[in-house]
């Protein structure tokens, strides 16, 4: 399973960026998936994702501001992310539980300039 993250990039504070997750050898179904970040020293950390009973849960950072949603037959996760504030930037990874462990895309840059 081959996951490819993108969208990231430089935005404004109160900007807004949409990050997709496209996967190949696999797909995303309805299996377990999420979005993380990452800073430097610090442990990677769930932003946003889904349970594997469809539900959804979010950081407490993030609630109201980001979105997560996937398309079934584009075989494509994304992270809708408005109202960025600096403390948001850090590298964006998607990740995917199929056939029994966490696959990652490579990540992506998100800035949030103040």
């Known amino acids: 399973v081959q996951l490819q993250a993108s969208g990231g990039g430089l935005v404004q504070a109160g900007g807004s960026l949409r990050l997709s997750c496209s996967a190949s050898g696999g797909t995303f179904g309805y299996r377990a998936a999420g979005w993380y970040r990452q800073t430097p020293g610090k442990q990677r950390e769930l932003v946003a994702g889904f349970r594997a009973d469809r539900t959804t849960n979010y950081a407490d950072s993030v609630k109201g501001r980001f979105t997560i949603s996937r398309d079934i037959r584009a075989n494509t996760m994304y992270l809708q992310m408005n109202s960025l504030k600096p403390e948001d930037t850090a590298v964006y990874y998607c990740?995917?539980?199929?056939?029994?462990?966490?696959?990652w895309g490579q990540g992506t840059q998100v800035t949030v300039s103040s």
């Open positions: 990740k995917i539980f199929h056939l029994g462990r966490d696959w």
